[in-house]
T-cell receptor, first 113, second 115 residues
Framework: AQSVTQLGSHVSVSEGALVLLRCNYS??????LFWYVQYPNQGLQLLLK??????LVKGINGFEAEFKKSETSFHLTKPSAHMSDAAEYFC???????????FGTGTRLKVLA | KAGVTQTPRYLIKTRGQQVTLSCSPI?????VSWYQQTPGQGLQFLFE???????NKGNFPGRFSGRQFSNSRSEMNVSTLELGDSALYLC??????????????FGPGTRLTVL
């Protein structure tokens, strides 16, 4: 069975500082990994996804994530936080043929002025 | 292109009642997935439908059921509501081709409150 663990339910960073949101996965077969963002009272929006084409994945709004098989990690980073990045972020995993996405419990990012 | 729409957006029910939520996918999408979102639990997968067939389901009691119509619109039903069913219910639509080439697009959700 697949699973994801997001370390830190709340993360605070100063505006302009590095954003690092952690996600570790568990899967017995090659996984597909995703990062989604959710703004208040809205659904989830895809930031980026890993499909094995490249280990460093670039997404929207300046975010990127690196797939590290040896560490079973898929951490999300952004070099410089902006106030508009304040939201909840979810890591998710799936494998081919299951049509089932497993989500982490989310990390709420707060950006301090 | 219109996004995923969910109706109603807010719902208040009492214990023991039943409820039906609706999801209209993006035009051309044949897969609809449903999730329950609660604070601290994240999103829990309920079920996925493709061309009117359920392809997978999560670990929820039989009180939770769903269906998909020939136009890809989907409904989920919860019978005998319990207080713990209070949550944001999200649906997501996609082409249904699989994660290598596909992307899930989420609706805004239906906020269900059970009193």
């Amino acid at each position: 069975a697949q699973s994801v663990t997001q370390l830190g339910s709340h993360v605070s960073v100063s505006e302009g500082a590095l954003v690092l949101l952690r996600c570790n996965y568990s899967s017995s077969v090659p996984p597909y990994l995703f990062w989604y963002v959710q703004y208040p009272n809205q659904g989830l929006q895809l930031l980026l996804k890993y499909t094995s084409a490249a280990t460093l994945v670039k997404g929207i709004n300046g975010f990127e994530a690196e797939f590290k098989k040896s560490e079973t990690s898929f951490h999300l980073t952004k070099p410089s936080a902006h106030m508009s990045d304040a939201a909840e972020y979810f890591c998710a995993v799936t494998i081919s043929g299951t049509y089932k996405y497993i989500f982490g419990t989310g990390t709420r990012l707060k950006v301090l002025a | 292109k219109a996004g995923v729409t969910q109706t109603p957006r807010y719902l208040i029910k009492t214990r023991g009642q039943q409820v039906t939520l609706s999801c209209s996918p993006i035009s051309g999408h044949r897969s609809v997935s449903w999730y329950q979102q609660t604070p601290g639990q994240g999103l829990q997968f309920l079920f996925e439908y493709f061309s009117e067939t359920q392809r997978n389901k999560g670990n929820f009691p039989g009180r939770f059921s769903g269906r998909q119509f020939s136009n890809s619109r989907s409904e989920m039903n919860v019978s005998t509501l319990e207080l713990g069913d209070s949550a944001l219910y999200l649906c997501a639509s996609s082409l249904g081709d699989g994660p290598a080439t596909d992307t899930q697009y989420f609706g805004p959700g239906t906020r269900l409150t059970v009193l």
